[in-house]
């Protein structure tokens, strides 16, 4: 990278220009010891470490991980083993829909429910690293072009501009504030999957959402003490914006409580969501008639599948219920808890801390041996909740648990009937999305998501 273009990790609000930023594509936790490439017909130099460069366009490229080396093969040629390769295109330019190098088979949804892999088109410069179980892929690029394809991955490029204009100011937001400790001894700053934003490449720019970014370029929320706002987001808080505090521990200047809906809507009242009114907030009467901008009412379920990324699932998120027997949910513990791996029966669960939107921060599981001996487990992180209490993974941890017994009292089924998905704190995507389709513009929109919080351009 240029020495006048800092990179994510070296830039400040006083650098008063557009940084650029590695993203990890392809990490050595996916096991993909061989990636298959196609470089479109345009000038690209490809470089070994060390080497002089040269010329590619129109090639297929085949790279295979030897030992701590990668080896590379141009249109079925000899391969060529070295510490690494550069791709970069010549000379850099914006990307447009579907420019830049096609990569087979990325793994997108790492861990969920959604999990699969997925073609993928790059633009900018692509690093090909040797990892410990596979090849490592970096792609670099300046943070505006990055942010195109973010807000095309993460809801689809249908979804109107003033929504998309919040969540590229959101997310370019959150990863200025760079705070979040992660992928600190890796060759990239941040992935390219949820665990820190969804980055799929140009396959689904839009000339809307690369207006979306054009008119927010530089634009960020501003906390009250001058830091950018970690500014964080999920695709549904179900009715209520949850704390941070009660997510990863932390509290989060810009980010704070809020419900989903309008001022005077009677949601209101389940602000907090408490024990004593959940079951009301998950299934009352009220759910018929409400505003909340995240409810089918405002953004109906049969809609939805043309606003979502590309690898969500269309399904019923606002409000939902998985059930499972006894013996179902005895045998995902036994395997996802290790401090379960005995147990012949499970006596109970409960929930025992929650969160203001109704999240369960800490459960309580009842289980037995096989030799009748009686034992409490304690799980008190919301993630690791949503691990353990689902096949692959659970929508949301704000859950109501019901629990059938037979005439002897044993646990027979437990049912969690729950509310959004994802952790959410910070701008709910479903409800943003709400608010943009009921005329609200992106200004509006961010405010009600971060109401403590200014925006400011920080680089034209």
Not at 44 to 53: F, I, K, Q
Not at 153 to 174: D, G, N, Y
Not at 227 to 234: F, P
């Amino acid at each position: 990278m240029s020495t006048q273009t800092p990179g994510i990790r070296e830039w400040r609000p006083e650098s008063r220009c557009e940084p650029v930023v590695r993203i990890g594509v392809v990490l050595a936790e996916d096991a993909m010891p061989a990636i298959d490439m196609r470089v479109p017909d345009a000038a690209y130099e490809l470089a070994a470490a060390g080497a002089a460069p040269h010329e590619v366009r129109a090639a297929r490229i085949s790279a295979r991980l030897e030992g701590k080396a990668v080896s590379l093969a141009v249109n079925g040629g000899p391969a060529q083993t070295a510490a690494g390769w550069t791709l970069t295109p010549q000379p850099p330019r914006l990307p447009a829909r579907g420019d830049g190098v096609w990569v087979k088979g990325v793994v997108a949804g790492r861990g969920f429910h959604w999990q699969k892999h997925v073609d993928q088109t790059l633009a900018g410069r692509i690093d090909l690293l040797p990892g410990d179980r596979g090849i490592i892929l970096v792609n670099e690029l300046p943070l505006e072009a990055y942010l195109a394809c973010v807000i095309t991955s993460e809801m689809s490029s249908q979804c109107p501009v003033e929504f998309l204009r919040a969540q590229c100011i959101t997310a370019r937001s959150w990863l200025l504030a760079f705070t979040e400790p992660k992928h600190d001894a890796e060759p990239f700053d941040r992935c390219n999957d949820d665990c820190c934003q969804r980055y799929q490449g140009t396959g689904d720019l839009s000339d809307t959402a690369l207006d979306a970014v054009e008119s927010t370029r530089g634009l960020v929320l501003v906390a009250a003490d001058g830091r950018v706002v970690d500014a964080n987001y999920s695709k549904s808080c179900g009715g209520v914006v949850e704390l941070p505090e009660h997510v990863w521990g932390v509290h989060k200047p810009g980010l704070g409580p809020q419900v989903d809906a309008p001022a005077h809507s009677a949601a209101h009242r389940f602000l907090p969501v408490t024990e004593a009114n959940l079951n009301e907030y998950l299934e009352g009467d009220w759910l018929r008639e409400t505003d909340v901008y995240c409810s089918p009412r405002v953004v109906p379920e049969e809609s939805l599948g043309r606003y979502l990324g590309r690898v969500d699932e269309t399904g019923r998120y606002f409000r939902w219920s998985v059930r499972y027997t006894h013996d179902e949910l005895a045998d995902m513990l036994r395997r996802k808890l290790p401090e379960a791996a005995t147990i012949a029966r499970l006596s109970n669960l409960r929930v025992t801390r929650r969160g203001i939107s109704g999240r369960a921060t800490e459960i309580v599981l009842d289980v037995e041996d096989a030799g009748g001996r009686v034992r409490q487990l304690t799980i008190a992180d919301q993630y690791r909740i949503r691990q353990i209490l689902h096949k692959s993974f659970l929508f949301s941890s704000a859950f109501a648990v019901h629990i059938e017994r037979d005439s002897r009292g044993l646990c027979r089924a437990v049912t969690l009937r729950g509310a959004g998905w994802g952790h959410g704190a910070g701008l709910c995507q479903i409800g943003a999305l709400g608010m943009a389709l009921c005329g609200n513009d992106h200004a509006r929109i961010v405010k009600h998501y971060f109401p403590e919080a200014e925006l400011k351009r920080l680089y034209a």
